[in-house]
């Protein structure tokens, strides 16, 4: 972990994440009729319920489209759902003006090369113990946990508990 986490986390208003390799494992599952399978972390929808509640919005930008992604968005209640970007660095562009927030306002989690762009901007900036080196060399923080086995939730409890947010949110229900 890099110096000067507990400040930025401070800063947050915002968390952007990529999908696969980070809200699941990488791994895409097809069967004989063409139907997509991924497998998310229920620990990591927790922890997005939890940012939420704390008045964080959460997003998600992937370079897939997938219709389970769709679905689990919806269930978790993120609106920002941005698949199929090649160039992800215009969606964040779009969201900061949305939210009205600054690149350091901005927590980011991404696995891949094609993270690289938002892992160098972002004010917070995370990568799954699993993500490729290029990535991990760049963020600011290098979980635990892999990608879809709680690394999105070490991420949330880190911006919650260094933000002040932890006990706002952490005995409540959420639902």
Not at 84 to 110: D, H, P, Q, R
Not at 128 to 137: F, N, S, T, V, Y
Request: proline share 1%.
């Amino acid at each position: 972990m890099k110096k000067g986490i507990n400040e930025k986390a401070k800063k947050i208003k915002l968390l952007l994440l990529d999908v696969d390799g980070v809200l699941t494992d990488g791994s895409i599952v097809l069967d004989n009729d063409g139907n997509e399978y991924k497998r998310f972390h229920v620990r990591d929808g927790h922890g997005i319920k939890m940012l939420q509640k704390a008045g964080i919005p959460v997003g998600i930008i992937t370079g897939r489209k997938s219709r389970v992604v769709e679905i689990r968005a919806k269930e978790l209640g993120i609106q920002d759902v941005h698949q199929k970007i090649f160039k992800k660095s215009l969606v964040f562009e779009k969201m900061m003006e949305k939210y009205k927030c600054s690149e350091e306002n901005v927590a980011f989690m991404g696995d891949d090369v094609v993270d690289q762009e938002l892992i160098k901007r972002a004010g917070l900036t995370a990568a799954p113990a699993d993500a490729e080196e290029e990535i991990k060399k760049h963020a600011d923080i290098i979980t635990v946990r892999r990608g879809g086995r709680g690394a999105v939730r070490e991420f949330t409890d880190l911006i919650l508990k260094f933000s002040g947010l932890w006990e706002k949110v952490s005995g409540e229900s959420l639902g």
